[in-house]
């Protein structure tokens, strides 16, 4: 029994190792590898969320940032292997330290004053700012698999899996604005708007005011479709659901000393679609002419604060409160909404 386990084994490991020989002679043709090298303007804006439920009652916006991504300019560097049919790809893109656009905080003053106040003045914006937005690093990795269906000789389809991780950090430089005053309230007895002609100041703002780091891992499923135009041109266009996204936050308010945790976990959560056109300067060489466009909705998760910089963990505190028998649930939110426009070349060796 031993002797034939032992002759069991050898003959597997054998086959396993002779796996490497088979491949060598395998057709070159069914080997397939490409380098491809993109410049990409982006133009996006990230959303950034700070939301209030009292009890069971309407979730109500306490504080909302928009951090624009206009331009930006990412360049990217992609392999891709395959066998046949089956295509594996992995990509990298950086941004260089750059402004970017700007960025807008609001401020709804008297959801956190008088958490109870009827919609009419819960929706009043108290306070407003705007700034520079720079970017001081930018990074993302992703990974693709495809499997190409030829349908007939000039139309194909992939139905494709997608993985990516990004890691940014921005910040809000200077900027000016109004807030309407604390010390003053409407004859209802609340805070007006920040643009109230009488009881509202402008602010100037100098330095770093605040900054926001995010970590954001993607999965995404969807197709593509390739279509042959003429022998050099050719058209795909591609889609993807978002099957889940997990975002950690770190929003710093440099200004006032205090320090935000978010935290996001969620599941379908968005789409994207692009449309390309590719361009056979030779058999190897081609050109890549595409754009894209991505979409997060409003996802939704915890939100931690502290008074220590670069604090630990375990010292943010969760931002939610009991007031006279009633939970004021605080959570937070983040979206994304982007365009972006890409010039490539690839060069396939085989």
């Known amino acids: 029994m031993v002797k034939s386990s032992i002759k069991t084994f050898l003959l597997v490991l054998l086959s396993v190792c002779m796996l ?9 043709s069914d080997f397939h590898f490409a380098v491809e090298a993109d410049a990409t303007v982006r133009f996006a804006e990230q959303g950034e969320y700070v ?15 928009e951090w624009e991504q206009k331009p930006f300019f990412v360049p990217k560097a992609k392999v891709t292997a395959g066998w046949k049919n089956l295509y594996l790809s992995a990509s990298a893109r950086a941004a260089l330290p750059t402004r970017c656009g700007s960025v807008f905080d609001s401020d709804w003053m008297n959801v956190t004053r008088f958490p109870n106040c009827a919609d ?50 921005f910040s809000a430089i200077g900027g000016s604005g109004s807030y309407y005053n604390s010390n003053q309230y409407e004859p209802n007895g609340y805070y007006g708007y920040y643009n109230d002609e009488e009881n509202s100041h402008d602010v100037e703002i100098s330095g770093e005011a605040l900054s926001l780091e995010r970590v954001i891992f ?38 006032t000393g205090a320090y935000y945790l978010d935290e996001f976990d969620d599941y379908f959560g968005g789409l994207k679609a692009g449309v390309d056109f590719s361009y056979n300067a030779t058999k190897k060489d081609t050109l890549i002419f595409a754009a894209q466009w991505l979409g997060l909705k ?5 939100t931690k604060s502290t008074t220590i ?3 630990s963990y375990d010292d943010y505190m969760d931002c939610s409160y009991w007031e006279n028998g009633t939970f004021h649930k605080c959570t937070s939110g ?3 909404n982007s365009i972006e426009f890409t010039i490539g070349y690839r060069h396939t060796f085989n």
């Open 120 to 169: 009419e003045y819960a929706h009043i914006k108290t306070n407003y700012t705007e700034s520079d937005c720079k970017t001081n690093y930018y990074y993302e990795f992703g990974g693709e698999l495809s499997y190409k269906f030829k349908v007939t000789d000039k139309f194909a389809f992939s139905p494709t899996a997608e993985i990516s991780y990004v890691h940014s950090y």
């Open 298 to 302: 409003t996802l939704e998760g915890t």
């Open 309 to 311: 910089e670069n604090a």
């Open 20 to 28: 490497p020989a088979q491949v060598l002679y395998a057709e070159a």
């Open 334 to 336: 983040f979206d994304v």
């Open 218 to 255: 993607t999965a995404w499923l969807g197709g593509r479709f390739d279509m042959g135009i003429t022998p050099k041109v050719s058209m795909g266009f591609s889609f993807a659901v978002n099957l889940w996204t997990f975002a950690q936050s770190l929003d710093s308010h440099l200004l």
């Open 51 to 65: 939301f209030m439920t009292i009890g069971s009652g309407v979730r109500r916006t306490l504080s909302y940032l």
